[in-house]
């Protein structure tokens, strides 16, 4: 705060740009305690998303007024089919989308503005019990301006089925990958040599005996021999939808500078 007051007083910026670099830093407290980030945005490029897993219902309600009346829309992860339904009770009157399988959910305020399109990402699953965690990284990714293709069920226990995907990513042109797998999480390594733009693998917690719960799919996407695959945690598809995101958007402003060349 010093650092832009002095820079004001010098002239070094102007007010205006003043006013925005304060904000950048503004944290607004509600009254049960409960501290929101609502300029996260201007400074990641994404905004501030509710974990809504061991919330209880007051406190998203208060946190999604907050988010509407700021924002005008509000994005909760990892939240039960329960708590939704509240939620669509009390929030009925705005736009609400929801994946019960993904658990998460988008409010909006019907007038608001929609992410500019910016690329395309493709999401792979491995095999129906991943679907929760591809579905979590899909309805991130379109709430955040990205348009995908998916394809579920490819795993490698059937390694033809993956040739489509492979074909229509080629062919879609996609900015990046985002493949989710249990087990032994191969499907990664695979995808990664046979294309040619990032590959995010998300280990996912299905698996059988020692090594299960993701600790063995994680370790495989580490140590994959395909060289360029980057892992986020195990059933993290926020955190792969957000790596994608920002991936494609980089992409598409590379693509509209070549354009106006």
């Not at 832009?4 to 925005?20: D, M, N, R, T, V």
């Not at 591809?134 to 955040?144: S, T």
């Amino acid at each position: 705060m010093r650092d832009i007051l002095e820079k004001l007083i010098s002239g070094e910026i102007s007010l205006e740009q003043a006013e925005k670099m304060i904000k950048l830093f503004e944290i607004e407290q509600l009254n049960t305690g409960i501290r929101v980030d609502p300029n996260r945005e201007y400074r990641t490029g994404v905004p501030e998303v509710i974990f809504g897993e061991g919330k209880n219902i007051d406190d998203l309600i208060r946190m999604v007024d907050f988010f509407l009346e700021k924002k005008g829309r509000c994005i909760i992860t990892r939240i039960s089919r329960e708590k939704m339904d509240q939620l669509k009770e009390r929030f009925g009157d705005r736009y609400v989308r929801y994946s019960e399988n993904g658990r998460v959910m988008v409010i909006r305020e019907k007038d608001s503005d929609v992410y500019p399109q910016s690329g395309r990402v493709a999401i792979l699953s491995g095999g129906t019990s991943d679907l929760g965690v591809a579905e979590e990284a899909r309805m991130i990714c379109e709430e955040l301006g990205c348009e995908t293709i998916t394809f579920y069920d490819a795993g490698v226990a059937g390694v033809h089925r993956l040739i489509p995907a492979v074909k229509k990513i080629i062919e879609e042109d996609v900015d990046a990958v985002i493949v989710v797998a249990g087990m032994e999480g191969a499907l990664p390594s695979v995808v990664a040599g046979l294309v040619d733009v990032p590959v995010i693998g998300v280990p996912v917690s299905v698996g059988y005996g020692a090594g299960g719960g993701g600790i063995s799919a994680l370790y495989s996407i580490l140590q994959s021999c395909s060289p360029g695959v980057v892992a986020v945690n195990i059933d993290n598809g926020f955190g792969a939808a957000v790596a994608a995101v920002k991936i494609a958007r980089r992409v598409e402003k590379f693509r509209k500078k070549s354009n106006e060349i």
